[in-house]
């Protein structure tokens, strides 16, 4: 089949913040504590409530040029607005790109914030904070209503208040976001960890109102320490940015393996979660090795779980491939194709561009039509209930 004849979703790509995005939503008395764009010695940061969220220039995280060129390496780091492509930020030149990449719909993560928006916790104001998630979700509500259901942001929780979050989820699930994107570890910042009591209402809330969870790499401090700390300090920037990069796709295995053994799949079958950006090549290994260290080192956890951690998986978990090709194939088969999702992680350093489909219809040869339906298509479309066209 050509893959390029079905309605193809993906699953992970990010939003270029516009510099008002807060600004201009926010009530006037926060219109200079919410996150905004100042300068420090003539160079454009992002700033909340005073506080610097980065340490160098705006990070606007996009490698390709506004003529369409791909800039690899560490040098996008130093980018300027005017020098990305316009499908970045503005998410009606979005969708424009995507119908010339020949994909249908996308899925938006953030960046300002953090892949969690675990930076948020750097301001100590929570009525503040709560507010910025708030203003974000709006702003992500309007984005999939202008696409017509096309692209797809998954909203923020205040992860650093449990039943806050399940506040949220109701809110946003009743404006029409699909999902929500989690920091996964709140209990860096004091929060309870994911898997005690204080979060069964969130548990709850996303499995009445059909709400993926989704942890994308990188999505707390622990997790960005992977890309941090992985390389040697003394290796150059392009070494480190390779490195780092690689490494924090295995950080997810932490927090799948944390999900798992504390019960949390156990008590909540309904739940769906999602492995952003983290390939799948190693969740086999990672699997068979839970399941073998259930027997061998968790004993008396045998009788309260009542499935095997790769069980576990199949019924509620799903990983996202990129740029992937050998062993695809037998990775798909070894986890059924119907926990598999496709992603481009456009336009971010390691994104599958300039030409997606190519890649991935390489990456999918010899595999049934089936399989690739479900795998570029219906998955997809079923988790983040996306509504599709007839088919030409």
Request: net charge negative; glycine share 6%; aromatic share 10%.
């Amino acid at each position: 089949m050509d893959i390029r004849d079905l309605h193809v979703i993906d699953v992970d790509s990010h939003l270029t913040e516009p510099a008002d995005l807060w600004t201009s939503r926010a009530p006037a008395k926060y219109a200079d504590r919410v996150p905004h764009v100042v300068e420090v010695n003539g160079i454009p940061m992002w700033s909340f409530d005073g506080v610097l969220l980065d340490n160098r220039r705006v990070n606007l995280s996009s490698v390709i040029r506004p003529d369409g060129e791909k800039v690899p390496g560490p040098a996008f780091f130093d980018f300027e607005r005017d020098e990305i492509h316009p499908a970045s930020s503005d998410m009606q030149a979005r969708l424009e790109f995507l119908d010339g990449q020949g994909i249908y719909a996308q899925v938006l993560y953030p960046n300002v914030a953090g892949f969690g928006a675990q930076k948020f916790a750097e301001v100590q104001d929570l009525e503040l904070r709560q507010l910025c998630v708030t203003l974000f979700n709006d702003a992500m509500v309007e984005i999939q209503d202008a696409s017509g259901g096309r692209l797809l942001p998954m909203a923020l929780v205040p992860w650093w208040d449990p039943a806050a979050c399940a506040d949220e989820v109701q809110r946003t699930a009743a404006d029409g976001l699909h999902g929500v994107n989690i920091c996964s570890d709140p209990q860096v910042r004091g929060a309870p960890e994911l898997w005690q009591p204080e979060w069964e209402p969130f548990w709850a809330a996303c499995a009445e109102h059909s709400q993926s969870v989704n942890f994308h790499i990188g999505a707390s401090e622990s997790s960005m320490s992977w890309y941090g700390t992985s390389p040697w300090p003394a290796l150059d920037g392009e070494r480190k940015l390779a490195i780092g990069s690689a490494m924090m796709y295995l950080s997810n295995a932490r927090i799948l393996a944390n999900l798992i053994f504390s019960g949390v799949l156990e008590r909540h079958p309904d739940v769906k979660f999602v492995s952003v950006e983290s390939g799948i090549g190693w969740i086999p290994f990672f699997l068979e090795s839970l399941d073998y260290q259930l027997y061998e080192s968790s004993p008396t956890v045998v009788s309260e779980l009542s499935m095997l951690p790769s069980e576990y998986f199949k019924r509620q978990v799903y990983g996202c491939f990129w740029f992937e090709q050998r062993m695809l194939g037998p990775v798909i088969d070894a986890l059924g194709a119907s926990q598999i999702l496709f992603e481009t992680d456009f336009p971010h350093p390691t994104c599958l561009y300039p030409d997606p489909l190519t890649s991935a219809t390489e990456a999918l040869a010899g595999l049934d039509d089936d399989v690739q339906r479900q795998v570029m298509q219906d998955n997809a479309a079923a988790l983040y209930k996306v509504p599709l066209p007839a088919l030409a």
